[in-house]
């Protein structure tokens, strides 16, 4: 059936640096990819998202990349702060899919080092 | 910004109860979606519900689980006879269209089934 994996679970990175979480898909037919971030008590939010149509989307200190051919794709924050300290959950799903059924990753539990 | 709000916040109930989790999804949104979430597990979608029937299932979602929009602006999820394993956190999601479209998630209701 259909699944997402990501990696890693958890990711301690020091203010200023670099985070990248990676997913992989297996549904061939995917062709959305949302990302979402979740604080503590809150709901997930969409953060970015990405359309099999392009390789890579930028949104300020925040990438997501895509591989079709390899069935994965990446979040890139740049520049992390503290308030980037959440965790992240990869998802895809097919644009034809009209029950808006979304397949979510693990998550991934960012911590930024002030 | 307009959100999706969820009640209660946190249910404690015991097995063979039926419990109502509540949500009220984004006003001009026309599709509405429950997940949920065991500790420690992916997000995972229940049900996808449009023009007053439901468009998507998943496995999950058995007699025992039905969804409801009885008026207006509520839309519920009701378990008929809970189980120790329906201990999840459970979000609601609304979005504009159906399909892979950007879904607005509420904050999410924890239930704790004794």
């Known amino acids: 059936g259909e699944n997402v994996e990501q990696h890693p679970s958890t990711l301690s990175v020091q203010e200023g640096d670099s985070a990248v979480i990676k997913c992989t898909y297996s549904?061939?037919?995917?062709?959305?990819f949302p990302w979402y971030k979740q604080e503590l008590g809150k709901g997930p939010q969409l953060i970015i998202d990405?359309?099999?149509?392009?390789g890579e989307k930028k949104d300020q200190r925040i990438a997501v990349t895509l591989n079709k051919t390899a069935k994965h794709f990446s979040l890139h924050i740049t520049e992390t702060q503290p308030e980037d300290s959440a965790v992240y959950f990869c998802a895809a799903s097919t644009l034809y899919n009209q029950g808006g059924k979304l397949i979510f990753g693990q998550g991934t539990e960012l911590s930024v080092k002030p | 910004e307009p959100e999706v709000t969820q009640t209660p916040s946190h249910q404690v109930t015991q097995m063979g109860q039926e419990v109502i989790l509540r949500c009220v999804p984004i006003s001009n949104h026309l599709y509405f979606y429950w997940y949920r979430q065991i500790l420690g597990q992916k997000v995972e979608f229940l049900v996808s519900f449009y023009n007053n029937e439901i468009s998507e299932k998943s496995e999950i979602f058995d007699d025992q689980f039905s969804v409801e929009r009885p008026d207006g602006s509520n839309f519920t999820l009701k378990i008929r006879s809970t189980k120790l394993e329906d201990s999840a956190m459970y979000f609601c999601?609304?979005?504009?269209?159906?399909?892979?479209?950007?879904?607005?998630f509420g904050a999410g209701s924890r239930l704790t089934v004794l």
């Open positions: 999601a609304s979005s504009e269209r159906g399909g892979a479209n950007v879904l607005t």
């Open positions: 990405i359309r099999s149509n392009v």
């Open positions: 549904d061939s037919a995917s062709n959305y």
